[in-house]
């Protein structure tokens, strides 16, 4: 399994934006779903969000309708469209394939999102 590769973390005010991004060579021909996670420092990890291969998609109650998960399936990436950020959105987000066998993957490096009230 090819690890994830996570960017597009950042340092921004309450109420901005971001947009991270996550590759994973080979999710879309094997059939993946893909999750993104987040750690805050001291904290266990939480789901975030998730689409499945029908594109379906999921999401925690606290970013519903502020966060949206989609996918290019032709360049393998993952994304999070992060919109009226809170300080309690501050953590180190992850992504990773989920899924039988091949897909069945581990969460990545992360990328850090800080959000400044």
């Known amino acids: 399994q090819v690890q994830p590769v996570e960017s597009g973390g950042g340092s921004v005010q309450a109420g901005g934006s971001l947009r991270l991004s996550c590759t994973i060579p080979g999710s879309t021909s094997n059939g993946c779903g893909m999750d993104w996670s987040r750690q805050a420092a001291g904290k266990q990890r939480e789901w975030v969000s998730s689409?499945?291969?029908?594109?379906?998609?999921g999401y925690q109650e606290s970013v519903k309708g502020r966060f949206t998960i989609s996918q290019d399936k032709t360049t393998d990436t993952l994304y999070l469209q992060m919109d009226n950020l809170k300080p309690e959105d501050t953590a180190i987000y992850h992504c990773?394939?989920?899924?039988?066998?091949?897909?069945?993957?581990?969460w990545g490096q992360g990328t850090q999102v800080t959000v400044s009230s």
């Open positions: 990773k394939t989920f899924g039988r066998g091949w897909c069945a993957g581990d």
């Open positions: 689409i499945r291969t029908d594109g379906s998609t």
